[in-house]
């Protein structure tokens, strides 16, 4: 039993379980939207999304374990730390990889299966090469973001060419830069060490900090053109979708003043979620109400 334990721990660890889960709900919120409702269809396309999103976790890990050695913070993953063989990822990752996209086939239509095996084609073959080439490879990476809801609302009944749809994507597709130079920010000479570019290398910090509230105002008035867009009915979730709006580019308009010497990004990266999160949880259950 202990013996098990260690492995569901070690597993979740190289499923990166905590990104997944939040990879899932987007999928439930494109879901949710297209459908109005949430029934027994939508299981079969979120464990199917889920299951394909650990294992493009897990090859990337496979992936980067060169440079992951390199870094402070993930030193200790399973390869770096030789908990694991890299064959035994290799495999691992290939198994939930071909599992979740034919459950995803399964459980809605080949386009939605499509769509979801793209998501891993874009971040394991593009993003992940892209990274060690130019600091700005986020931009093209955060494509990665907009894929799930696209994929739960085709799952729903939805059309790839609803206008709606293009919202939804673009929106998840904006707040994800913003959230990964954060990041990049916090480990930024982590990242440097290891040889991937670096945005602190290429960017002083008061122009860092310019163009990480000018991604983050794109994100916020993203949120303005969702309501606008009728993606929410209920007038309480309109609201709530605006404030939040207006309250992440207030506390992100402090990066402007000069007397906040010191970037605390991981701090804004925390409020940049915090507001994400509240309009995914608004898609799922404003349609339902």
């Known amino acids: 039993m202990k013996k098990l334990r260690s492995f569901l721990a070690l597993l979740a660890e190289l499923n990166k379980v905590r990104i997944t889960i939040v990879v899932t709900l987007t999928t439930l919120a494109g879901y949710t939207l297209a459908a109005k409702t949430i029934d027994t269809h939508v299981l079969l396309p979120l464990l199917g999304i889920f299951i394909l999103a650990c294992g493009s976790a897990a090859f990337n890990q496979f992936q980067e374990q060169d440079r992951d050695i390199l870094m402070e913070r993930t030193k200790n993953r399973p390869l770096p730390s030789g908990r694991i063989k890299p064959v035994w990822v290799v495999v691992i990752a290939f198994i939930e990889i071909v ?3 034919w459950i995803v086939f399964v459980g809605s239509n080949i386009e939605a299966a499509i769509l979801a095996f793209l998501a891993f084609v874009w971040y394991n073959l593009i993003y992940t090469p892209l990274k060690r080439v130019t600091a700005f490879a986020v931009i093209p990476g955060s494509v990665i973001g907009a894929i799930p809801p696209v994929v739960g609302w085709v799952a729903g009944g939805g059309k790839l060419t609803d206008p709606g749809l293009f919202i939804i994507a673009f929106f998840f597709f904006i707040s994800q830069v913003p959230h990964f130079w954060l990041l990049m920010l916090k480990y930024g000479q982590e990242y440097v060490n290891a040889g991937f570019p670096s945005i602190t290398t290429t960017m002083n910090t008061v122009q860092i900090k310019r163009v990480t509230f000018v991604w983050t105002v794109a994100t916020a008035l993203n949120a ?3 309501v606008e867009a009728g993606l929410f009915q ?7 979708v605006l404030l939040a709006a207006a309250w992440l580019v207030f506390i992100f308009s402090r990066l402007l003043r000069k007397k906040e010497q010191e970037l605390r990004p991981f701090h804004y990266f925390m409020r940049l979620n915090y507001f994400v999160l509240v309009v ?10």
């Open 99 to 101: 599992l979740g996209t």
């Open 224 to 226: 303005f053109l969702l």
């Open 234 to 240: 209920i007038t309480f979730f309109k609201i709530l």
């Open 280 to 289: 995914i949880i608004s898609m799922i259950i404003d349609p339902l109400l």
